[in-house]
């Protein structure tokens, strides 16, 4: 049964032949439970020791994705998904960006004047003598 925020079938499929295999020593956990452990944290936030005990130890959890994170899995996974996916014409790369979202910092508008200020003068402008009255 598949739950929520956990791998479908077909997104097991994408992933598995890319998850590094089980090196010599002790058989480890199975990978499709503990990336589901992974994939739940990172979908609800909830913190590591809080994980459902479906998944097993979070411990486990916790170690084999910061191994894979640092080893750079998931970025190699993700490209090569991408570019599967790229070559079957499953993804559109036009991108558009809707100016109401971009948002410039607070400091962005500062036009080196003081707080108030429209930068009229209150000065009293004379007028200059006539030079030919002069």
């Known amino acids: 049964m598949i739950r929520r925020h956990e791998l479908t079938d077909a997104e097991w499929e994408l992933l598995a032949p890319l998850i590094p295999s089980a090196g010599r020593g002790r058989p480890r956990a199975e990978d ?6 992974m994939v739940y944290k990172i979908r609800t936030g909830v913190s590591w020791r809080d994980l459902p005990e479906r ?3 979070w411990k486990t ?3 084999r994705f910061r191994c894979y994170a640092i080893d750079g899995v998931f970025t190699r996974a993700l490209q090569q998904i991408q570019a599967q996916a790229d070559a ?20 962005a508008a ?24 002069a």
């Open 61 to 63: 959890v916790y170690t």
């Open 32 to 37: 499709r439970r503990v990336i589901n452990g």
């Open 55 to 57: 998944y097993g130890p």
């Open 88 to 107: 079957a014409g499953d993804i559109d790369w036009l991108v558009q960006i809707d100016s109401t979202i971009v948002r410039a910092h607070q400091h």
């Open 110 to 133: 500062a036009t080196g004047r003081k707080r108030g200020s429209t930068g009229r003068t209150n000065r009293t402008i004379t007028p200059s003598a006539d030079p030919e009255e």
